[in-house]
């Protein structure tokens, strides 16, 4: 089989916790700013992607066109009021089963890292109190390329100081199961199996889901003919 799995990664918004709505409203807001309706079905193309990105993306459906520094200046301002909108998170916003599964990963001895394109993330997992929990985090911080690129996660696997082909890689989006791929990594996809379905595994939700669970659902099916 392509090895054993040691590390494993969280993707932050879809998997450990749900702050599209707040990303959304964030938005929203913004593209008001210039006269433009954002709606919520041009937010899937949103998924996985850095805050540049999506404004880029916004920017494009509006037809409208902005210097890079005023792009900057409209970064910063949607994620002003993104940071309101997040400060009144609690441990109740971690998605169900997630901060148990997690925290068996490490009775068990294994080595968890965030993979996120937010510059919030720290942020997120202080309010939920589950920043103790990860032993790396990689964020838009540390990066500069953007899923599908496989950056985030390739520099996750660094900082574990394991190999990418003994990481597992939990991801909501498309472009994340892309990235992961990428990276050489097994990939569980949470959500919708029609969009996620290049994904080694495809679950709903954290809760029932174990160790064992994994892998005999992935590991056994990468066994060497």
Same mark, same amino acid.
């Given at each position: 089989?392509?090895?054993?799995?040691?590390?494993?990664?969280?993707?932050?918004?879809?998997?450990?916790?749900?702050?599209?709505?707040?990303?959304?409203?964030?938005?929203?807001r913004?593209?008001?700013?210039?006269g433009?309706?954002?709606?919520?079905?041009?937010?899937? =193309? !949103?998924? *996985? %992607?850095? &805050?540049?990105?999506?404004?880029?993306?916004?920017?494009?459906?509006?037809?409208?066109k902005? $210097? #890079?520094?005023?792009?900057?200046?409209?970064?910063?301002?949607?994620?002003?009021?993104?940071?309101?909108?997040?400060?009144?998170?609690?441990?109740?916003? =971690? !998605?169900? *089963? %997630?901060? &148990?599964?997690?925290?068996?990963?490490?009775?068990?001895?294994k080595?968890?890292?965030?993979? $996120? #394109?937010?510059k919030?993330?720290?942020t997120?997992?202080?309010?939920?109190?589950?920043?103790?929990?990860?032993?790396?985090?990689?964020?838009?911080?540390?990066?500069?390329? *953007?899923?599908?690129?496989?950056?985030?996660?390739?520099?996750?696997?660094?900082?574990?100081?394991?190999?990418?082909e003994?990481?597992?890689?939990?991801?909501?989006?498309?472009?994340?199961?892309?990235a992961?791929?990428?990276?050489?990594?097994?990939?569980?996809?949470?959500?919708?199996?029609?969009?996620?379905?290049?994904?080694d595994l495809?679950?709903?939700?954290?809760?029932?889901?174990?160790?064992?669970?994994?892998?005999?659902?992935?590991?056994?099916?990468?066994?060497d003919?």
């Amino acid at each position: 089989m392509k090895g054993e799995i040691r590390g494993f990664i969280f993707d932050l918004d879809g998997v450990i916790v749900d702050t599209a709505k707040y990303h959304y409203q964030s938005w929203v807001r913004l593209a008001k700013t210039f006269g433009y309706h954002f709606r919520k079905q041009d937010n899937e =193309a !949103l998924k *996985g %992607v850095s &805050r540049m990105q999506s404004l880029e993306i916004i920017l494009r459906l509006a037809g409208e066109k902005r $210097s #890079a520094a005023e792009k900057e200046i409209m970064c910063a301002q949607k994620n002003e009021w993104y940071r309101e909108l997040i400060q009144g998170m609690t441990k109740d916003n =971690a !998605l169900p *089963g %997630v901060n &148990r599964f997690i925290r068996n990963l490490r009775r068990r001895n294994k080595k968890i890292a965030l993979g $996120s #394109a937010s510059k919030n993330a720290r942020t997120i997992l202080k309010q939920i109190k589950m920043i103790h929990l990860f032993d790396a985090i990689v964020d838009g911080t540390n990066i500069s390329k *953007g899923k599908p690129d496989p950056e985030v996660f390739i520099k996750a696997a660094k900082a574990l100081k394991v190999k990418t082909e003994e990481c597992l890689v939990f991801e909501d989006a498309e472009k994340g199961i892309e990235a992961a791929k990428a990276a050489g990594m097994y990939t569980v996809g949470v959500g919708d199996r029609k969009i996620l379905h290049e994904a080694d595994l495809v679950i709903s939700t954290f809760n029932q889901l174990t160790w064992r669970s994994i892998k005999s659902k992935i590991l056994a099916s990468k066994q060497d003919p």
